[in-house]
């Protein structure tokens, strides 16, 4: 009993900011625009999860998205406003208050599915504070359903793709029906303009405004740092993989400059004393040559601080991991998602059990850690697939063992298959954040999956080995404090919440209680590389 009352104690605090009290970025008293004036665009990033049981073990990272619109408005000449509702736990009199200081013309949202009920909620906020502003969702969700968030009238259009040339076409007054990429109701009906080019140049659009936001209130996940403080990056967007999991799968692989890169990681260094980096590009290895040309040229600069990759098995060679470790990335993600080759070829994922032999052994020769993410519950999915899956994760012996529930987002091949077959569970999108079962399968039970999943952290993180190397990891007393939280929540189920007054605004919604529009769904669902396409809506 003494034993659960210093966890209760020592996990009594939610996640530690990244900058811990360095308060950089917006003034805590957001005065607003001058009187007279409004605020052309204002950013909203709604809640994803409230920060409590597991959610707590993920990251609160900036929005680099909404991030990157603001600094393309900005560079155009616009006076631009953002507010992470969910990285500054604001409720909605916040909101309503922060709404009517600036009364903006133009809102926009980035919408991803976990998020998606209280996106509905802001929308309708926004047109009740301020009536005549136009509301812009984006992102992978409402991409993937672009009906289904117009049933809900406050939501003005969706932006299919990348969305900086788009905002800036639509707050410079041209007519919906002109710009590519851009879904809207007229005349009771739903509108699908030709989809944007794929933009290949990214390094035409400036660093994400970084001062709009306060990096005090990020922190990154449990198992991902060294160093802090941390932020996220991206040199990359899109993803050659067919995985069906994925609904980025089959979309154009574009990367930025590596000099670039470098001279933005320089800024975050020296304007926000960052000393941990984790890009969250999906597959960050892929283009060889932009990899160690961006290693060699971050090693030159020798600016003291670790990093993070995620990177595929059969894209990873001792070429590439000695030039990374040279520049200081001191862990690698590697996707495995299973150890059996059945329910590897089914999630389109078939990459040889070899590879990952050798690329565990090559990150763990040049002195780096592995952290491998695996899915559990996949289609097909059984007790013995399970065991196979955490057998291999034994067997190659990764350092951090990160297992998660398949989860069907909209877009994704898996989404369709379950959708077209009858196997989908709901859609209630607060689900939708990889740790509920949402397929109902046959041959395994949702129970079964849960089950596994309790005894596969056990099973990997009591191990002796396990337990030497998570301590040899502790450099500081936060590591010591995450190792307990996670102890807490996933080894022993334990439930530990968070202060949930500024979070009840955003829970228990419905999509039905936003649904004021008539408007007819397709039949068919469309994955997110097709919604890129031409004709796909014909």
């Given at each position: 009993?003494?034993?659960?009352?210093?966890?209760?104690?020592?996990t009594?605090?939610?996640?530690?900011?990244?900058?811990?009290?360095?308060?950089?970025?917006?003034?805590?008293?957001?005065?607003?625009?001058?009187a007279?004036?409004?605020?052309?665009?204002?950013?909203?990033?709604?809640?994803?999860?409230?920060?409590?049981?597991?959610?707590?073990?993920?990251n609160?990272?900036?929005?680099?998205?909404?991030?990157?619109?603001?600094?393309?408005?900005?560079?155009?000449?616009?006076?631009?406003?953002?507010?992470?509702?969910?990285?500054?736990?604001?409720?909605?009199?916040?909101?309503?208050?922060?709404?009517?200081r600036?009364?903006?013309?133009?809102?926009?949202?980035?919408?991803?599915?976990?998020?998606?009920l209280?996106?509905?909620?802001?929308?309708?906020?926004c047109?009740?504070?301020?009536?005549?502003?136009?509301v812009?969702?984006?992102?992978?969700?409402?991409?993937a359903?672009?009906?289904?968030?117009?049933?809900?009238?406050?939501?003005?259009?969706?932006?299919?793709?990348?969305?900086?040339?788009?905002?800036?076409?639509?707050?410079?007054?041209?007519?919906?029906?002109?710009?590519?990429?851009?879904?809207?109701?007229?005349?009771?009906?739903?509108?699908?303009?030709?989809p944007?080019?794929?933009?290949?140049?990214?390094d035409?659009?400036?660093?994400?405004?970084?001062?709009?936001?306060?990096?005090?209130?990020?922190?990154?996940?449990?198992g991902?740092?060294?160093?802090?403080?941390?932020?996220?990056?991206?040199?990359?967007?899109?993803?050659?993989?067919?995985?069906?999991?994925?609904?980025?799968?089959?979309?154009?692989?574009?990367?930025?400059?590596?000099?670039?890169?470098?001279?933005?990681?320089?800024?975050?260094?020296q304007?926000?004393?960052?000393?941990?980096?984790?890009?969250?590009?999906?597959?960050?290895?892929?283009?060889?040559?932009?990899?160690?040309?961006?290693?060699?040229?971050?090693?030159?600069?020798?600016?003291?601080?670790?990093?993070?990759?995620?990177?595929r098995?059969?894209?990873?060679?001792?070429?590439?991991?000695?030039?990374?470790?040279?520049?200081?990335?001191?862990?690698?993600?590697?996707?495995?998602?299973?150890g059996?080759?059945?329910?590897?070829?089914?999630?389109?994922?078939?990459?040889?059990?070899?590879?990952?032999?050798d690329?565990?052994?090559?990150a763990?020769?040049?002195?780096?850690?592995?952290?491998?993410?695996?899915i559990?519950?996949?289609?097909?999915?059984?007790?013995?697939?399970?065991?196979?899956?955490?057998?291999?994760?034994?067997?190659?012996?990764?350092?951090?063992?990160?297992?998660?529930?398949?989860?069907?987002?909209?877009?994704?091949?898996?989404?369709?298959?379950?959708v077209?077959?009858?196997?989908?569970?709901?859609?209630?999108?607060?689900?939708?954040?990889?740790?509920?079962?949402?397929?109902?399968?046959?041959?395994?039970?949702?129970?079964?999956?849960?089950?596994?999943?309790?005894?596969?952290?056990?099973?990997?993180?009591?191990?002796?080995?396990?337990?030497?190397?998570?301590?040899?990891?502790?450099?500081?007393?936060?590591?010591?404090?995450?190792?307990?939280l996670?102890?807490?929540?996933?080894?022993?189920?334990?439930?530990?919440?968070?202060?949930?007054?500024?979070?009840?605004?955003?829970?228990?919604?419905?999509?039905?209680?936003?649904?004021?529009?008539?408007?007819?769904?397709?039949?068919?669902?469309?994955?997110?590389?097709e919604?890129?396409?031409?004709?796909?809506?014909?």
């Amino acid at each position: 009993m003494g034993f659960f009352i210093l966890l209760r104690k020592v996990t009594r605090f939610g996640p530690w900011p990244a900058t811990a009290g360095r308060g950089i970025g917006v003034p805590p008293s957001d005065p607003g625009p001058e009187a007279g004036e409004r605020t052309d665009l204002f950013l909203i990033y709604p809640p994803w999860a409230v920060l409590e049981d597991r959610a707590m073990l993920q990251n609160c990272l900036p929005p680099l998205g909404l991030l990157s619109v603001a600094a393309h408005a900005e560079s155009s000449g616009y006076r631009v406003h953002v507010m992470d509702v969910h990285a500054e736990r604001a409720d909605e009199q916040q909101l309503r208050e922060r709404l009517r200081r600036h009364r903006p013309r133009f809102v926009g949202m980035t919408v991803l599915t976990n998020m998606c009920l209280p996106a509905h909620k802001i929308a309708r906020i926004c047109k009740e504070e301020v009536p005549d502003c136009v509301v812009v969702a984006g992102g992978v969700h409402a991409e993937a359903l672009p009906e289904r968030m117009l049933r809900n009238s406050a939501i003005d259009c969706v932006v299919r793709g990348d969305g900086e040339k788009a905002m800036i076409e639509i707050m410079t007054g041209s007519a919906f029906s002109t710009i590519l990429g851009l879904s809207y109701v007229d005349a009771g009906s739903v509108q699908h303009n030709a989809p944007r080019p794929v933009n290949m140049d990214l390094d035409e659009f400036p660093f994400p405004a970084y001062h709009l936001v306060n990096f005090a209130n990020y922190f990154p996940a449990v198992g991902t740092y060294r160093n802090l403080p941390a932020i996220n990056m991206l040199m990359t967007r899109g993803c050659p993989g067919r995985c069906t999991f994925c609904n980025s799968a089959r979309t154009t692989l574009r990367a930025r400059d590596p000099k670039l890169v470098v001279k933005q990681i320089k800024l975050l260094r020296q304007d926000y004393g960052i000393r941990q980096i984790t890009f969250y590009d999906d597959t960050f290895t892929v283009l060889k040559p932009v990899c160690l040309k961006f290693s060699e040229l971050l090693a030159a600069e020798n600016l003291g601080l670790t990093w993070v990759a995620f990177v595929r098995g059969d894209c990873f060679s001792e070429e590439m991991a000695l030039a990374m470790k040279k520049a200081g990335c001191h862990q690698v993600l590697l996707g495995i998602e299973t150890g059996s080759e059945k329910i590897a070829k089914r999630i389109g994922k078939p990459i040889d059990k070899e590879r990952y032999r050798d690329a565990v052994r090559i990150a763990h020769d040049h002195g780096m850690e592995v952290r491998g993410s695996f899915i559990l519950g996949n289609m097909d999915e059984t007790w013995e697939t399970m065991k196979e899956t955490l057998e291999f994760a034994i067997e190659i012996d990764i350092d951090i063992f990160q297992p998660t529930i398949s989860t069907p987002y909209p877009g994704s091949a898996l989404y369709k298959e379950a959708v077209d077959r009858g196997l989908l569970k709901n859609k209630n999108w607060y689900e939708y954040g990889q740790g509920t079962v949402l397929v109902d399968q046959p041959q395994i039970t949702d129970e079964e999956i849960y089950r596994f999943e309790r005894y596969a952290f056990r099973r990997f993180y009591l191990r002796p080995r396990a337990i030497y190397r998570l301590a040899r990891r502790i450099t500081r007393f936060r590591h010591v404090r995450d190792y307990v939280l996670s102890a807490v929540i996933l080894l022993f189920g334990l439930h530990r919440r968070q202060d949930k007054r500024n979070w009840e605004c955003w829970k228990g919604l419905t999509e039905e209680d936003f649904f004021d529009r008539e408007i007819k769904e397709p039949e068919h669902v469309r994955l997110t590389y097709e919604l890129r396409q031409e004709n796909v809506f014909v």
